[in-house]
């Protein structure tokens, strides 16, 4: 990844501006906080990569959420 992209992306995270996917899964019961990415585009792209990769642990339910917000660890409850 590019210096200068990684320090745009932190920048945005910590600004409150980065694009995050909350996911809640049931049976396991885990809220899975996927990004940040810098646009709601970057997210929806790749969001549907790490729902497929969640959806191999056969869950019971799984909900998602595309939010604008700061996050800091951790990524995983």
Known sequence: ?????????SLGN???LAWWGRVE???PNV???FG??????GLKTNLSIFL????????LSMQHTLM???RK????I
């Open 52 to 59: 497929e990769d969640l959806s191999l642990e056969d869950p």
């Open 25 to 27: 899964t049931r049976q």
């Open 31 to 33: 809220v899975y906080w």
């Open 14 to 16: 910590n600004l409150g």
């Open 36 to 41: 940040p990415f810098l646009t709601r585009n």
């Open 1 to 9: 990844m590019r210096p200068l992209f990684r320090v745009l992306r």
């Open 68 to 70: 604008r917000c700061r």
């Open 73 to 76: 660890e951790p990524f995983t």
